[in-house]
């Protein structure tokens, strides 16, 4: 027991080295977290690790989603939701059949079900990997939100073939009207669990006495039952959390207040920090385990088919962007609103970044080890080699080489919308409005709210300077003891919160400069209150 909790305390502090090393060494911190992990198995006494999927499922999987679904923007993810979709569902399901086909004719003894098994399990990227090694990189907001939107949905679609194909190659009967049906019930049942228990956790937050620890704490445990509760009823508990998690996220304001938000937002980051982490070193340590009882021909085999399957799955996904891409132009005459990919040169990033990781790894390693004839599981060590080597290959290789591709193909916005800066200035100067039109209500007026009065309706003429410096230049209102001058503050805050929330209903303004924004009046608040 002593020797597990220290082994996972010493994975946590090989976790922040390496990300420490990370921007030194100019590498993502995914990528060189999984070459760690490589690096740390072969070191002699490192006891096997051994990663139980359940484990990743359950105690892994919610709060990541969760936190993904969080941090969505919901109107660029609707405005955008056939292309999500299509690459969600439409690419996952091509990627598995492609794969399935290929392996049945190119591997002796591996049966069609056993290839869409495989290509369940390798089909769905990892975003993680995908934004993490994109961060800072001149690309277009689209690509983003296209990336972020198909890693949301794309491991339920994934994880619902790889049921079917499991209980094909378990039981050797399978029915395609069946599987159909059972795809809807499973999809469209998680969704509607989701958000039931996440209309639930809002009254909860809304109508409860609740405190700060409180608030945090059932953000916390809101991913779990989600998931738990959808799997209990035999529907997806992935959609259960996404969907539940971006309704969370889009109604968040009206039930977090700012205290509430900033010590939810510090603790989540420390949270995902840790789980990212762990997962992908996990990926690297796990690699003793995963060889454990080939052979070394069969070995050197599998291998090489992870080598082949890593080039038919990258094939697929360039081949799925650009006829995505012409057929979009084709039928749109070139209109960059309506086009899933932007154009060629965004279609080649996004092709480039099918990352695999943790999901096709706890996938690779559910496979039960019988079948229930009590045999032993076809070829199992071979697909968990190819698996290994699928996601070593998309994630090492594609994740070094992507950076190099944005910058060689110099990517220029695709979407029309205003500057962030310009947005930014037009949202200052909006809420200094409201803040005017909150004071000029007042009939009598002292001489202070005049003074704040003038001030803002100066700002107001100019917008260029901060708000925050010209509340410094009035006093900082931790240092005021005067009710009066706390309460004229805190009217001010209260129209500054309003104009942020009729900016939020416009759909004009980035999602990122909206959250920034009030996470600056959230800090301003508790330094007010404190």
Sequence with gaps: MH???????????????????????RIAYPILLVI????????????HVHIDPELIFLIFLPPLLYEAAWFTNWHQFWKWRRSISMLAFGLVFLTSLVVGLFTSWMIPGFTLAMGFLLGGIISPPDAVAATSVLKGLPIPKRAT????????????SSL??????????????FSMGEAVGQFFLLALGGIAVGLALAHVMYFAHKLLPTTPSIDTAMTLMSPYLMYIIAEEFHTSGVLSVVSGGLFLSYRSHAFLDHKARIQAYSVWSTLIFMLNGLVFILIGLDLPDIVAGLGHGELRSAILYGLLVSAVVIAVRFGWMYVGTWLARLLFRGDLERTPAGDFR???VLGWAGMRGVVSLASALSIPHLLDTGEPFPMRGTILVMTFVVILVTLVGQGLTLPWLVRRLKLVEVDHHLPEEEQELILRKRMVHAVVDRLSAIPERDTKIQEVLDHFAELETTYIRELEDIQRAEGSPSEKNSIAERELLGMVMAAQRGALLKARSERTF?????????????????RLNN
């Design 346 to 348: 965004l279609a080649t």
């Design 36 to 47: 760690g992990g490589l690096l740390i198995a072969f070191v002699p006494g490192i006891p």
């Design 3 to 25: 020797q597990d909790i220290l082994l996972v305390l010493g994975l946590l502090f090989a976790v922040s080295l390496l990300t420490l090393l990370s921007p030194k060494l």
């Design 145 to 156: 939100t296209l990336l972020e939107g198909e890693s949301l949905v794309n491991d339920a």
């Design 160 to 173: 619902i073939v790889f049921r079917f194909a499991l209980v094909a190659v378990l039981t050797g009967q």
């Design 510 to 526: 980035d999602h990122e400069l909206l959250r920034k924004m009030e996470s600056k009046l959230d800090l301003e608040q508790a």
